[in-house]
């Protein structure tokens, strides 16, 4: 193991930039960490550094725990965006600098620097300034200078941000090629999905101070497992599909007996297909739409399809060109297909996808439910619901009409009197989730997990997914009755272990975890009275007395907070 | 085609900015200037001789010279400290104390030199105290020293701060990640970088000390051939009509001013082809 990062956290006033980040990285191995502005990816790479001291996690290089170790010591190479090279020194000086800090002999220092702008291309320029060389040519002295004393570790923070195109690709394969021939560890942080897809061994996409998935090129944009990943990746359209047996539809389902599974579909332009004609069985139908736009990009067709809101729904709120009625599908065409079916703006087509990707994200919409419209309107104005919708980029539907059937995606009902026995019919009529929401309730600041037995994992699921994009403090809470035999506390625990590490397997989620020991509802109310603005996931095993006791008290009683039940699987327990 | 020796703007008014600049230039520093220096000219040459090497001019350039240079020296070290602080950390009363640094600037002179004669005074509360320490600030070359340590704080630290504010937190991280210790970074990376801004405010501020006559006076006790500063000298010649004596040591300190300057600029100028104008970043 080259590079370990273990729960690695740095907040700036209290603010979480980088937040719980745990990855390991291969001697050799190209990492490139991807992620908006601001998503706490230079940080990290800083602190691996030990250029910023972190707050909470551990650091190893090699195998050596380097945590309380100052950066001077740590020996590795660090390439900033903005080349950092010493201006009053010459590119030789520039280039020795670590060296002579560990005071190598006058020749070998030599011998070493003329191996080193030969690797990276600039010989003879050992006598300029930095002022006299191109940007191109500076980042080289940069990368240089990092690689003078032989560090196991090469870190670059946007080291082409600089630089213009050309410029760009030819030193990115530049540092490629020294980076393969010397096998020297390296991440580079970007925030250009081009430059991550040509370089990386591995991509590790960074959002909100969360690493949120780390994999090979290719899988990462076959297989996002998030929303975010989806999109920052390439273009993608994600769609609410519907899933019955193996059949997958996308006219949104009205009010039926069974409520079908939806899923968040994503559909790249590449993968979709527009016909004029009938559709091939091979292909699954997403529905019409009339062509809007037409693009000409070169290599290939882009084009936009406007699809009315009525049949299929965008997965994500904001999709840009979407309005109340209809929304803009992206499309794109290889030459030879457009030649052989070529299509004008105005045209009606039937759009259809050749592969569909579903996202594995457990929570895929709200649906507001209520009786009346002002009722499922404040519901879905709510500042928790609305701020989760926008951070998640997850869709809120309203239903005011008793159906025979739970809506399909997450139910959301208001807390107060009648609230414990709706989320029970909910969940007993085909909703996996229910959230349940007092008036006016906020983003939470803490997040209690009280995950249950059989619904411990999709519990988990569910906070991870929570907690990916909102900054609050987590807590794996587990309480044993005082009077449960040993034996089963033991298997209790083993249960909450293993949904604990599926978790963090499957979501990178790590939570801090509380054991408790005593009556249940006592203690659940100490830990969520224990700071204001908690919020609850509650996996919930069955549906009996006692469960619905202790949900009337939640969601109904004097102090209200948000709730989120999570239903155990069908045929658990 | 004849050489322009006018670029053409597309702005308007040259003919006249240019025209009132000259104007303003003129009459306000170069016609009395001039005059200066023409007085100072008349006085025929073994006389000017005679006035400038003056056993009490002499000694009072030792005394201007030698304390603005002390003085000078003095506040490149601690201005650069407190330029430092005021930089680098965030402390309660940051922006107070960032202000206050300019009230030598803002302060009449006399002002000043007065509030440094009481406090240093025997009987001031500082003075009373170095006294016991067998120390003498008042009425001595140190209390020179004081004043123009005082007056001269301001230029060092306005001239190291922004070029302080320049060495980016990139470059120390680089020399630390390279394997540099703290005081490696400050001697290698930090103090080349900030050195010609810290040789202009040294410039700065040991002409200024030079020409400083108002918070002088009051601390130094005026005492001829022991603690009589040259602007001093000049009026005290006045006093007693010896216009020749007086224009022939403003000539001497109007030619040490121009070397000053002089040297500002070559300065300047080492600072900007050392560190790269042109490319910047």
Do not use: C
Request: no cysteine; aromatic share 6%; glycine share 8%.
């Amino acid at each position: 193991m080259s590079i370990a990062l273990d729960q690695v956290t740095k907040r700036y006033q209290s603010h979480p930039v980088v937040n719980d980040v745990s990855i390991e990285i291969q001697q050799g191995e190209f990492l490139v960490l991807l992620g908006p502005s601001g998503s706490g990816k230079s940080t990290l790479l800083r602190a691996i550094a030990g250029l910023v001291e972190i707050d909470h996690g551990r650091v190893s290089l090699h195998g050596r725990d380097v945590t309380g170790v100052v950066a001077r010591d740590r020996g590795v190479g660090f390439v900033f965006q903005h080349y950092a090279l010493f201006r009053h020194m010459s590119v030789a000086d520039n280039v020795e600098f670590a060296l002579r800090v560990r005071r190598m002999k006058r020749a070998d220092r030599l011998e070493r620097r003329t191996e080193l702008l030969k690797l990276v291309a600039l010989e003879g320029m050992d006598d300029r300034l930095p002022a006299q060389l191109s940007g191109g040519q500076q980042q080289r002295v940069a990368v240089a200078r990092a690689l003078a004393h032989r560090p196991e570790v090469l870190l670059l923070d946007e080291p082409f941000g600089a630089l213009d195109a050309k410029i760009r690709e030819e030193l990115r394969r530049t540092i490629r090629k020294i980076q393969q021939e010397l096998g020297v560890s390296t991440i580079l942080v970007t925030h250009d999905q081009d430059e991550a897809f040509a370089m990386a061994d591995r991509i590790g996409v960074m959002h909100q101070g969360r690493l949120l998935e780390v994999g090979t090129p290719d899988e990462l944009y076959a297989r996002p497992r998030t929303r975010f990943v989806a999109t920052f990746l390439g273009a993608a359209n994600l769609l609410l599909g519907y899933r019955r047996g193996s059949a997958l539809r996308f006219e949104r389902p009205g009010a039926e007996n069974v409520t079908p599974r939806e899923i968040v579909a994503v559909i790249r332009p590449e993968e979709v297909e527009l016909t004029t004609g009938k559709v091939s069985k091979d292909l699954t139908l997403v529905g019409s739409g009339v062509v809007e736009e037409l693009q000409f990009a070169g290599s290939t067709e882009r084009l936009r399809v406007r699809m009315p809101m009525t049949g299929t729904m965008p997965a994500t709120p904001d999709r840009e060109g979407a309005d109340g009625s209809s929304w803009l599908l992206d499309a794109s065409r290889t030459f030879p297909e457009q030649r052989a079916n070529p299509l004008a703006v105005g045209q009606k087509v039937t759009v259809s996808a050749r592969r569909i990707h579903s996202l594995p994200t457990p929570i895929t919409s709200f649906t507001a439910v209520a009786r009346d419209q002002a009722n499922v309107e404040a519901l879905r104005d709510s500042p928790l619901l609305a701020a989760l919708a926008a951070r998640m980029q997850t869709r809120i539907t309203i239903r005011t009409t008793r159906t025979a059937s739970a809506p399909p995606g997450m139910p959301v009902l208001a807390a107060g009197p009648g609230a414990a026995g709706t989320a029970l019919w909910n969940l007993a009529h085909g909703a996996s989730q229910v959230f349940v929401l007092p008036h006016g309730a906020e983003l939470p600041a803490r997040i209690v997990v009280l995950p249950g037995a059989e619904a411990g994992v999709g519990a988990l699921g569910v906070a991870a997914s929570l907690l990916r994009h909102v900054p609050a403090e987590s807590v794996l809470l587990a309480i044993h009755e005082a009077e449960t035999p040993e034996r089963e506390r033991a298997a209790h625990l083993r249960v909450l272990l293993d949904a604990r590490s599926k978790a963090l397997l499957d979501h990178g989620l790590d939570l801090r975890t509380e054991l408790r020991f005593g009556d249940p509802d006592a203690e659940l109310a100490r830990e969520l009275g224990m700071q204001a603005n908690s919020m609850l996931v509650l996996g919930l095993d069955s549906l009996d007395d006692r469960e619905t006791a202790r949900l009337k008290g939640l969601l109904e009683g004097p102090t209200l907070l948000p709730v989120l039940i999570v239903r155990a699987p069908d045929g658990a327990g | 085609m004849a050489k322009r020796i006018v670029v053409p703007s597309p702005l308007p008014g040259f003919g006249l900015t240019f025209g009132f600049t000259t104007f303003f230039l003129s009459s306000v520093i170069l016609l009395p200037l001039a005059a200066l220096v023409i007085r100072a000219l008349g006085i025929p040459f073994s006389e000017l001789i005679g006035l400038l090497l003056d056993e009490r001019a002499v000694a009072s350039y030792r005394l201007s010279f030698g304390a603005a240079a002390l003085a000078a020296a003095i506040n490149a070290v601690f201005g650069f400290i407190v330029a430092w602080s005021l930089v680098r950390y965030e402390f309660p009363g940051r922006r107070l104390l960032d202000t206050m640094i300019d009230l030598p600037f803002a302060l009449p002179t006399a002002v000043s030199g007065i509030a440094l004669a009481t406090v240093f005074s025997p009987t001031g509360w500082l003075g009373t105290k170095l006294a016991i320490a067998g120390v003498q600030v008042a009425y001595t070359w140190i209390g020179v020293v004081v004043a123009l340590v005082l007056i001269g704080l301001p230029f060092v630290v306005r001239s190291v701060q922004p070029a302080l504010i320049e060495v980016r937190k990139d470059l120390e991280d680089a020399a630390e990640s390279l394997g540099a210790g703290g005081f490696h970074v400050f001697r290698r990376i930090i103090l080349p970088t900030i050195m010609p801004a810290l040789a202009t405010g040294f410039t700065l501020a040991f002409a200024r000390g030079i020409g400083e006559y108002g918070s002088v006076v009051f601390i130094s006790g005026n005492l001829p051939l022991k603690t009589e500063i040259t602007p001093l000298l000049i009026v005290i010649k006045l006093e007693q009509y010896d216009y020749n004596g007086a224009a022939a040591l403003g000539f001497f300190m109007l030619a040490m001013s121009f070397v000053m300057l002089f040297a500002i600029n070559l300065v300047q100028q080492w600072g900007q082809r050392r560190m790269g104008l042109g490319v910047q970043r």
